[in-house]
């Protein structure tokens, strides 16, 4: 288990941890992943927990015992970063070997280790290749057999996936996910990607200028935000601000945005935030279903493979809704015509105002 308990560091004029400092956890065998834009702190956070840099306050803790003050070399963390930074004068299986050798592990050991990792990341044809000619791929994959050689308790990935093509991304996305489940190493993953957040992650975090956000399920981060900057991070677009007042039934609330009023199932009243994920909203050329039926007309459609995107704008207030193609393509639906945007009150997520909470 990997526990940090109100960590803070100071770099200059960044700061990780805001005023109540970092406070988490990661159970034995868990995937936490850290989401945030670049310059929030995700790999300032990773390096403090692998000791390359001591806390200015709070503690880290691994498997119960305090490891604030230990060194890096004998934390047996294992760390891989957004480059491979594999070295050069050692070829694919001498940097796979290298931090067993450093431990003084039997040759037949190590070897033993080489080949199960090799086979698991399917890198075995490899291991005699110079890594200068190597994909940014098969690097990644070589840096990640090198952490997990030395079987470490706890596994750092600092947006290894970044610099890679689409389908290179998917694949090695799908290797991490098969090898943790194999392996049960425990990870501590940081990535602006929400895609590899809700693929690979048991828990989600948001980070924002050194400062965590919301922790929680990946579910509990996704579908209900903390505020509107975690609203939009997470990808929600139809993330608005109103004015909740006492609603026509008990736990709920009429909240004025503009010139509609939506119904929504929430006990805060005043400025609140709001939103509302695309895939909640369905588009009818009648009344349609829901508890909201906003009338409106089509500003804009885009075919995202999958569904097409569609805009609507009612009393001046965009919605977006995914439609899905079948239904698309059964009645499609251009700019300019009218529709009704429909969705129910408890899929109206409302959280409390930015300097309201």
């Known amino acids: 288990m990997l526990q940090l308990e109100g960590v803070a560091r100071t770099i200059g004029s960044f700061r990780l941890g805001g005023p109540a400092g970092i406070n988490l956890e990661v159970a034995t065998g868990g995937y936490l992943v850290i989401l945030g834009p670049t310059g929030c702190g995700k790999t300032v956070l990773l390096e403090t927990v692998a000791g390359i840099g001591r806390p200015d306050r709070g503690r880290i803790l691994l498997g119960g015992a305090d490891m604030t003050g230990v060194p890096p070399e004998r934390r047996s963390i294992g760390f891989v970063y957004q480059r491979s930074m594999l070295f050069p004068h050692y070829s694919v299986e001498g940097n796979i070997r290298y931090g067993m050798a450093l431990r003084r592990l039997p040759d037949g050991e190590q070897r033993q280790r080489v080949d199960r990792l090799a086979q698991m990341l399917g890198i075995g044809p490899l291991l005699g290749r110079d890594v200068r000619n190597l994909s940014g791929g098969e690097s990644q994959k070589v840096a990640l057999a090198r952490a997990l050689a030395i079987q470490p ?125 695309p895939s909640a909203v369905s588009v009818a050329c009648g009344e349609g279903a829901g508890d909201n039926r906003l009338a409106g007309r089509v500003r804009d459609v885009v075919d995202r493979n999958e569904v097409y995107r569609v805009t609507v704008d009612v009393g001046g207030v965009p919605l977006v809704a995914d439609v899905s193609r079948g239904a698309y393509e059964a009645n499609p639906i251009g700019a300019g015509v009218a529709v009704a945007a429909c969705f129910n009150a408890d899929q109206v997520h409302c959280f409390p105002a930015e300097g309201e909470a």
Do not use: M, W, Y
């Not at 975690?230 to 007042?245: H, P, Q, T, W, Y």
């Not at 010139?259 to 929504?264: K, M, N, P, Q, T």
């Open 153 to 277: 308790p706890l596994l750092l990935l600092d947006e290894p996936l970044a610099p890679l093509d689409p389908p290179t991304r998917e694949a090695l996305r799908r290797e991490i996910k098969t090898i943790h489940r194999e392996l049960g190493t425990t990870v501590l993953h940081v990535t602006h990607d929400q895609l590899t957040a809700r693929i690979l992650g048991h828990s989600v975090g948001v980070l924002r200028d050194g400062a965590l956000q919301q922790a929680g399920s990946v579910d509990d981060v996704f579908e209900r935000p903390a505020g509107e900057f975690v609203a939009r991070f997470v990808g929600i677009e139809n993330v608005l601000a109103g004015d909740a007042a006492d609603g026509s039934s008990p736990g709920e609330a009429a909240v004025r945005v503009g010139g509609i009023v939506l119904r929504a199932r929430t006990l805060l009243r005043g400025k609140i935030g709001l939103c509302v994920r």
